[in-house]
């Protein structure tokens, strides 16, 4: 039997392009500082495999650097379905018990008052991130 080698993951050169919107073309280094900075927004939450980050936004330039986060710091998150009715939102939400969640203005109301961390004020653009510190792995 012959040995088999573990592939190694490295983290993507800080140059190299992340995400290319409308509002603009995002590199790695940019994933990194938003990663620096939100993992800074998820310490007063207690984020585990039982009690995932849970997500409830539509599609958007955040909600992708809040997954790309979410991989690089190895935090467990799922997706609820936006499209659910208000019934089947709260079934998903009873079955994964999430510890916070990750929303955009327009399904915020639908959790209530649960803790929700929302990035309608930060409009992503590359200057964005000059404010950010650097991510180190």
Not at 4 to 12: I, Q, S
């Amino acid at each position: 039997m012959k040995n088999k080698t573990v592939p190694t993951f490295n983290l993507p050169d800080p140059e190299l392009n992340f995400l290319a919107t409308e509002k603009g073309l995002f590199d790695y280094k940019n994933l990194y500082a938003f990663a620096d900075w939100f993992s800074d927004e998820l310490k007063p939450y207690q984020i585990d495999d039982n009690n995932p980050l849970a997500l409830l936004s539509e599609n958007s330039e955040e909600l992708a650097f809040v997954v790309g986060a979410c991989f690089l710091l190895n935090i467990p998150f799922v997706s609820l379905s936006t499209k659910a009715t208000d019934r089947e939102l709260q079934e998903q939400i009873e079955s994964v018990n999430p510890s916070v969640y990750f929303t955009d203005n327009k399904n915020r109301q639908r959790i209530g008052e649960r803790p929700a961390i929302t990035i309608s004020g930060m409009h992503l653009t590359r200057s964005s991130f000059k404010n950010l510190s650097n991510f180190t792995a």
